[in-house]
């Protein structure tokens, strides 16, 4: 009887450091990505969807402009880095505009060069205004 009551305590210590090291390696990868940001930059976006297309010219906000029911509209943006060494691309969408986004996965940027990426709205069938953020987030490798 002894034997097993050691026994399951092993067995429970054993789990219990398991996920200690788990939750610690989590926290650490996390805390080492934090710091290892090069350059972080957060954009306004808005997109609306009416019973007309329009669009809009806005430098300091990321404006998608005015599109009918079902349509779409695009903003492209130009990354360059002057980083040393290859950098991670991060693209994190915000707010309700997120859900007309299409997704941008990572992407390694070299030194010295340029990347487009197009940002593509769609329009649902329903007339909304839509605003949020966009973040571009770059991490050294």
């Given at each position: 009887m002894k034997k097993s009551v050691k026994t399951r305590n092993k067995i429970i210590f054993i789990?219990?450091?398991?996920?200690?090291?788990?939750?610690?390696?989590?926290?650490?990868?996390?805390?080492?990505?934090?710091?290892?940001?090069?350059?972080?930059r957060e954009f306004n976006a808005t997109f609306r969807v009416a019973g007309f297309g329009g669009f809009s010219a806005d430098t300091d906000v990321i404006n998608f402009g005015v599109v009918t029911a079902g349509g779409s509209s695009a903003k492209e943006i130009v990354i360059y880095h002057e980083y040393s060494k290859p950098l991670k691309i991060k693209i994190i969408y915000g707010g309700d505009i997120a859900k007309t986004l299409s997704p941008i996965p990572s992407f390694y940027l070299e030194p010295k060069t340029e990347r487009k990426v197009n940002l593509i709205a769609h329009a649902g069938n329903e007339f909304a205004n839509y605003t949020g953020k966009i973040r571009i987030t770059m991490i050294k490798t």
């Amino acid at each position: 009887m002894k034997k097993s009551v050691k026994t399951r305590n092993k067995i429970i210590f054993i789990i219990l450091i398991i996920i200690f090291t788990v939750i610690l390696t989590r926290f650490v990868f996390k805390l080492n990505e934090a710091n290892s940001v090069y350059y972080e930059r957060e954009f306004n976006a808005t997109f609306r969807v009416a019973g007309f297309g329009g669009f809009s010219a806005d430098t300091d906000v990321i404006n998608f402009g005015v599109v009918t029911a079902g349509g779409s509209s695009a903003k492209e943006i130009v990354i360059y880095h002057e980083y040393s060494k290859p950098l991670k691309i991060k693209i994190i969408y915000g707010g309700d505009i997120a859900k007309t986004l299409s997704p941008i996965p990572s992407f390694y940027l070299e030194p010295k060069t340029e990347r487009k990426v197009n940002l593509i709205a769609h329009a649902g069938n329903e007339f909304a205004n839509y605003t949020g953020k966009i973040r571009i987030t770059m991490i050294k490798t």
